[in-house]
C-alpha cells in the first residue's frame, strides 16, 4: 500500500510563478522526503524533513510538515521551465524503507 | 565516478522466458533496493537488502527474485512467474540514513 498521496495530480503554471504540492500520508513516519523524476528517469533527492521539525528550506524550495494532520507540503519558489519534472513524497517509518505517493506532474510554461 | 548504474537502459523479453536486471553501485553504501513504477504511478518495493548475503520481500515481491553476493550488486530477476512484467524498474541504494540515491532504471516490454 502506498504511503503518500500527492495533490493535485497534475499542475501547471506560468514560469515565474510558485508551485505547491501536498501529500498526505497514513501510519507513522519518522521523517518525509521529496523526491523529483524528470521523464524516464531515477529519482533525485531533494530534501528530508523530520518528524519533529514543521518547516525547513533548501534554496527555492520550502517543506512544511504537520503530524497532527499527517500531511506535508512542497513549495517551489520563482518557478523555471527546468523544475519541469514529476514530484513525489515518501515517508521513511519504523522498518526504514520507503513509501512513495503516486506523484504530481508539475509543469512550468515558459 | 561515483554513483549507481543499472543496465540495460531498455529490455525486451519474450513471454516464458526469466531476465535478470543488473544494479552496481560504488557508493559502498550497505543497503540497496528494487523498485517497480508504473505509467503514472508511484514506486512500490519488490526487494531490499541492507547487509550482502541478506535481504527481504518489499510489497511486491511475487514473481521476482535477487542475490546480494557482493557489496557493489544487488541484480534482480524477472521470471516467467511475473504476470504483468512490463514496467520501468529502478535500483537505489542508501548508507542506512534513510535518504535513498537512484539509479537511471531499466524499462523493461514484454512481448
Known amino acids: 500500500s502506498q504511503q503518500g498521496e500527492e495533490d493535485p495530480q497534475a499542475l501547471s503554471i506560468q514560469e515565474g510563478e510558485n508551485a505547491t504540492m501536498n501529500c498526505s500520508y497514513k501510519?507513522?513516519?519518522?521523517?518525509l522526503q521529496w523526491y523529483r523524476q524528470n521523464s524516464g528517469r531515477g529519482l533525485v533527492h531533494l530534501i528530508l524533513?523530520?518528524?519533529?521539525?514543521r518547516e525547513k528550506h533548501s534554496g527555492r524550495l520550502r517543506v512544511t510538515l504537520d503530524t497532527s494532520k499527517k500531511s506535508s507540503s512542497l513549495l517551489i519558489t520563482a518557478s523555471r521551465a527546468a523544475d519541469t519534472a514529476s514530484y513525489f513524497c515518501?515517508?521513511?517509518?519504523?522498518?526504514?524503507?520507503?513509501?512513495f505517493g503516486s506523484g504530481t506532474q508539475l509543469t512550468v510554461l515558459p | 565516478d561515483g554513483g549507481i548504474t543499472q543496465s540495460p537502459k531498455y529490455l525486451f523479453r519474450k513471454e516464458g522466458q526469466n531476465v535478470t536486471l543488473s544494479c552496481e553501485q560504488n557508493?559502498?553504501?550497505?543497503?540497496m533496493y528494487w523498485y517497480r513504477q508504473d505509467p503514472g504511478q508511484g514506486l512500490r518495493l519488490i526487494y531490499y537488502?541492507?547487509?550482502?548475503?541478506?535481504?527481504q520481500k518489499g510489497d511486491i515481491a511475487e514473481g521476482y527474485s535477487v542475490s546480494r553476493e557482493k557489496k557493489e550488486s544487488f541484480p534482480l530477476t524477472v521470471t516467467s512467474a511475473q504476470k504483468n512484467p512490463t514496467a520501468f524498474y529502478l535500483c537505489?541504494?542508501?548508507?542506512?540514513?534513510?535518504?535513498?540515491?537512484f539509479g537511471p532504471g531499466t524499462r523493461l516490454t514484454v512481448l
Open positions: 537505489a541504494s542508501s548508507p542506512n540514513s534513510d535518504t535513498q540515491y
Open positions: 501510519t507513522s513516519i519518522n521523517n
Open positions: 524533513i523530520r518528524s519533529n521539525e
Open positions: 515518501a515517508g521513511v517509518g519504523s522498518a526504514r524503507q520507503l513509501t
Open positions: 557508493l559502498n553504501h550497505d543497503a
Open positions: 537488502s541492507q547487509i550482502v548475503n541478506d535481504f
